[in-house]
């Protein structure tokens, strides 16, 4: 791609690596260039230790992208616990003088929205699980493997505790776009809980809604990048696909 092209840095869900994002690459959106991030604790960094603090997170994030990003406009899409890492990435980026051009957030409450902590204080792993499924809908097959859990509990705890105990520490909104994402039949974060991500922005607010569960991403990754490249997105579109 060309080096005025967007970089799109996308950063999954809890316990999910850039693997998330492997077909977006293959995707023909001009002028977006999709970059999955890789954080401690998963795939090429597998041993390295993850993080369980977000602002920690960021901080190491924005210090190793920066060659990367250079003098380049960037975009930046997260799902449920990536969208907070990237909300706070896009402020961390903005006083860095880095031309951000829009912020989605996918499956996410607002970061004012209150987090209780109900899965970090489980000792036992399948209870953890359980209950994570229970709250998220969701349950990686890999951890019905002994020996795959054993090596992905740490990470998946790790990013369970960035969640629940994340603190907003600058309650002043972005000056950049956002676009609120959810999945239309997703039973974990609501149509009002997106909404709410309007308050965190001085400009332009939209959202989308595409067929499926708090899950959805996998099946919509197209329509997905184009909403980077989109700067008239209709709010309540959801026939981007």
Request: with cysteine; charged share 25%.
């Amino acid at each position: 791609m060309d080096d005025i092209s967007t970089l799109l840095l996308c950063v999954p869900h809890a316990g999910a690596g850039p693997a998330v994002f492997k077909k977006w690459s293959g995707y023909d959106v001009r002028g977006i260039e999709p970059h999955p991030v890789l954080l401690p604790g998963r795939e090429q960094k597998l041993f390295d230790e993850p993080h369980t603090d977000i602002h920690a997170a960021v901080a190491d994030i924005s210090q190793e992208l920066r060659p990367l990003i250079g003098d380049r406009p960037v975009a930046l899409f997260g799902h449920c616990l990536g969208a907070l890492v990237c909300f706070e990435l896009t402020r961390r980026l903005r006083s860095a003088g880095v031309a951000v051009t829009r912020l989605i957030v996918s499956g996410s409450r607002a970061p004012d929205q209150l987090r209780e902590r109900l899965l970090t204080g489980i000792v036992d792993d399948e209870r953890f699980l359980t209950e994570l499924e229970r709250s998220v809908g969701y349950r990686a097959p890999a951890m019905d493997d002994p020996e795959m859990r054993e090596l992905l509990m740490p990470t998946l705890r790790a990013d369970v505790r960035m969640d629940e105990e994340y603190r907003l520490d600058d309650k002043t909104p972005l000056d950049i776009p956002i676009t609120a994402v959810r999945g239309a039949e997703d039973e974990i974060v609501s149509a009002r809980d997106i909404n709410a991500w309007r308050s965190w922005t001085t400009a332009d607010f939209t959202t989308v809604e595409f067929p499926g569960g708090h899950m959805y991403v996998g099946e919509h990754g197209a329509a997905l990048v184009r909403l980077a490249a989109d700067s008239q997105v209709v709010t309540g579109q959801a026939d981007l696909t």
